[in-house]
């Protein structure tokens, strides 16, 4: 089974500044999906930024970069100039392959706070 | 974009009542749907996938005779949460898979107090 693991339930960081986020997931499939939401107090799911697997390239979204190594399972989501409307709650996740159901699997989640 | 919505968003119940939660596609027809469950400050669960004109798969440790799942058509998708009790409280969220692009939308979620 996929499992996702953030090991940094809060990080804060300064507004203008550049912060990284943390995600690692244990797989044995070769195609998949990774993502990262965002979930505002109205608990709203909002896609920040998509990854597909057999793409070497790193996703871009503005100033949300990603820094994705297969080899190793890591999926990191680097935010630029933060800004106060990105504090969070941040949940990495990982989309199964269509022999999985197409099911996404969560990470615990970030809170991420950004201090004026 | 696709919009997903969910009725209602906010349900408050007697322990031992039944509650339908409503999930709806807007823009597209979704063969598939997923249920997941939020507790406070803790992350989505996912609880089963609804698949439109058969029965629903349900995770491990999910209760099926529980947590009633019916995909009648390819806009809705219900969940019953059968015999509440205030164990349940939970947010409940939904999504939907657009099976033209395969993306997966999410709905804004419903919260759900048993008394």
């Known amino acids: 089974a996929q499992t996702v693991t953030q090991s940094q339930p809060e990080m804060s960081v300064q507004e203008a500044e550049t912060v990284t986020l943390s995600c690692t997931y244990d797989?044995?499939?070769?195609?998949?999906?990774l993502f990262w939401y965002k979930q505002p107090p109205s608990r709203q799911m909002i896609l920040v930024i998509r990854?597909?697997?057999?793409?070497?390239q790193n996703a871009t979204e503005n100033r949300f970069s990603v820094n994705f190594q297969k080899a190793a399972k890591s999926f990191s989501l680097k935010i630029s100039d933060s800004q106060l409307g990105d504090a969070a709650m941040y949940f990495c996740?990982?989309?199964?392959?269509?022999?999985?159901?197409?099911?996404?699997?969560f990470g615990a989640g970030t809170r991420l706070f950004v201090k004026a | 974009g696709a919009v997903v919505s969910q009725h209602p968003s906010w349900v408050i119940c007697k322990s031992g009542t039944s509650v339908k939660i409503e999930c709806r596609s807007l823009?597209?027809?979704?063969?598939?749907m997923f249920w997941y469950r939020q507790f406070p400050k803790q992350s989505l669960m996912l609880m089963a996938t609804?698949?439109?004109?058969?029965?629903?798969?349900?995770e491990q440790g999910v209760e099926k005779d529980k947590f009633l799942i019916n995909h009648a058509s390819l806009t809705l998708s219900t969940l019953t949460v059968t015999s509440a009790h205030p164990e349940d409280s939970s947010f409940y969220i939904c999504?939907?898979?657009?099976?033209?692009?395969?993306?997966?939308?999410f709905g804004p979620g419903t919260r759900l107090t048993v008394t």
């Open positions: 999504s939907a898979r657009d099976p033209s692009t395969y993306e997966q939308y």
């Open positions: 797989t044995s499939e070769s195609d998949y999906y």
């Open positions: 990854q597909e697997a057999y793409k070497q």
């Open positions: 996740a990982y989309r199964t392959s269509n022999t999985g159901g197409f099911k996404t699997i």
């Open positions: 823009d597209f027809q979704a063969t598939t």
């Open positions: 609804s698949n439109e004109g058969s029965k629903a798969t349900y």
